[in-house]
């Protein structure tokens, strides 16, 4: 045991009530010793005891360094009182939690806040209303735009990651109310109703849960007043963060958004990327194993953090590159000074014989030829997608399980066009977003692109990197750009690169049913329609890849 590793007191129920009245009940851990110590404030929905030991050591770990860890249950939720309303009472209640965390026994008034998910976003909605005793934070993992990095991708419905939570956290509202048959019912259906008239609106949540955040979230499949009234407004908040995420985390583009905008702090913003799936944080994911580098630093780093802003210890913290990002394939850290992008880029275009859907050697990613013009190729992969069929979604961001699968089976399907780099001939290594801009043409008036990145051995084994999903509408010939999650790998010598698109990546988000019809999420499966697109081959049908810096 390390020296200054303290013996811990028995945790103790403690409660607060809130400006209207409510009362929040939470665990505190204290450290045995005169003290006074910071504090460590969690606020998550899932019943304190768990604490997010999901991904985090326990309380009694951390309070072993020094602190008094509060771990409490919002409103509504566990032992609390009041009704839980999805992220709707977090600021005033995060406040009031903040101020009264300060003052508890053996406090010595100085409060950081911890932990993912929600638990990241509780502290920003807490952040948002700046209480004079929250000195630093550690958001990991966080939607913090709730539309764009949480509920949809690029206007698609996350289907599998929302409605399954949506579903977990009804059956804790059912359990928490004694109603026995909702619970029963919600959790039997834990891994997805997929089989109604509609799949995003199974009955069993409209029957045991017509309250549920979802139905509101189905009912705004565009970006508007009430997504952003659920965005954390951050406007003239400067706290020092310590950023978290994870590049198979679904919510990864919310850490990114959430880092730039806090880029003009004057306390440092230190940012840290996993190869990490949202649960667990480890050197496995998926398929692969990352080796020990990617086992979770994130308690010790969590440590050093909150001990140089609340003890004044470890000053050449602030002095490190503040950027971590692990790579892929090398599997080993990079630093960086500033966040990968605008540095230069790699362009494949995408060739075929028009077989690129039915032969995994017939697609090609080749370097663009030299004044291409638009019109210079009448070469078309076409691509034909059945609802009663579509491709099944395998790891990735957004899937469960997520992480990086081998797929050369669902590459061998007639309805993924694939296409591959020769070997290469010397590494090649990737930081920031890759795009892909494809020119298509559709019979339907909407439609979805999925976009994956893979790595090939030379055994013929495909491991997908990272990959994109987005929704579009109109049937003519258009040049549209799928965006891929951001990533930072290396491929090797020897290795091959692949590009795979298809027009569906279910149940990881729905199914486009091919119509305007709004909302696409709503259309019954009956009235889906078989989608037949065309992809134009030439100089506007390209992969561009940022090369790592």
């Not at 549920?212 to 705004?220: E, G, I, P, Q, T």
């Not at 990079?334 to 605008?342: A, N």
């Not at 290594?429 to 979805?448: C, K, N, P, R, W």
């Amino acid at each position: 045991m390390p020296s200054d590793f303290l013996p811990v007191k028995p945790k103790q129920r403690q409660s607060l009530h809130t400006r209207d009245g409510v009362r929040l009940d939470a665990d505190v851990y204290c450290p045995e010793g005169e003290g006074p110590w910071p504090v460590l404030l969690m606020r998550q929905p899932y019943g304190r005891a768990i604490a997010s030991t999901v991904v985090y050591a326990h309380p009694t770990w951390y309070a072993a360094q020094g602190y008094l860890v509060v771990i409490q249950d919002v409103r509504g939720r566990g032992t609390s009182e009041g009704v839980f309303d999805l992220f709707a009472h977090e600021r005033e209640d995060g406040y009031d939690s903040v101020q009264w965390a300060a003052q508890l026994p053996h406090s010595n008034g100085q409060v950081g806040m911890y932990g993912f998910s929600y638990q990241g976003m509780t502290q920003l909605y807490a952040a948002q209303t700046k209480p004079a005793a929250l000195k630093a934070l550690a958001p990991a993992m966080v939607g913090y735009d709730l539309y764009q990095d949480w509920a949809y991708e690029n206007g698609a419905l996350r289907l599998q990651a929302g409605l399954g939570w949506a579903i977990q956290l009804a059956a804790e509202t059912a359990r928490l109310n004694g109603n026995k048959t909702a619970f029963n019912a919600l959790r039997t259906a834990r891994n997805l109703p997929l089989s109604g008239p509609v799949t995003a609106c199974p009955d069993v949540l409209k029957q045991h849960a017509p309250d549920s955040f979802w139905h509101d979230w189905l009912a705004h499949p565009k970006d508007n007043d009430y997504w952003q009234s659920l965005k954390p407004n951050l406007t003239g908040v400067d706290l020092p963060m310590l950023h978290v995420g994870g590049w198979f985390d679904p919510y990864l583009t919310g850490d990114i958004r959430l880092f730039k905008e806090m880029a003009a702090s004057q306390y440092p913003q230190h940012f840290w990327i996993g190869p990490w799936s949202h649960i667990p944080w480890s050197r496995n994911v998926g398929d692969v194993d990352f080796g020990p580098g990617a086992m979770n630093p994130i308690d010790q780093l969590q440590i050093r953090w909150f001990d140089h802003w609340l003890k004044g210890k470890d000053a050449a913290l602030a002095h490190q590159p503040p950027i971590h990002l692990f790579e892929m394939g090398s599997n080993q850290w990079r630093l960086f000074q500033t966040w990968p992008e605008g540095f230069k880029s790699r362009i494949y275009r995408l060739g075929s014989s028009g077989l690129a859907a039915m032969r995994q050697d017939n697609g090609a990613l080749v370097p663009p030829i030299a004044k291409e013009s638009a019109a210079s190729s009448v070469v078309t992969d076409v691509l034909v997608h059945d609802p009663w069929r579509p491709v099944p979604s395998l790891g990735g961001h957004t899937s469960f399980p997520s992480g990086s699968f081998e797929r050369s089976a669902l590459d061998g399907r007639s309805d993924v066009l694939t296409y591959t780099t020769d070997l290469l001939e010397t590494d090649l290594a990737i930081a920031g977003e890759a795009t892909v801009t494809l020119h298509m043409q559709s019979d339907a008036s909407s439609y979805d692109v999925c976009a994956v990145l893979s790595v090939v051995h030379p055994d013929h084994r495909v491991f997908n990197l990272t990959q994109g999903y987005k929704r579009f509408y109109g049937g003519h010939a258009q040049t549209i750009a799928v965006p891929l999650q951001p990533t930072c790998f290396r491929l090797i010598a020897g290795q091959a690169l692949r590009l795979s698109l298809s027009g569906a990546c279910f149940p990881a988000y729905t199914v486009n049913p091919g119509t305007q019809t709004v909302p696409l999420d709503q259309v019954s499966t009956m009235d889906q329609h078989i989608i037949t697109l065309t992809l134009h081959q030439g100089a506007n049908t390209v992969l561009t890849l940022p090369l790592s810096p």
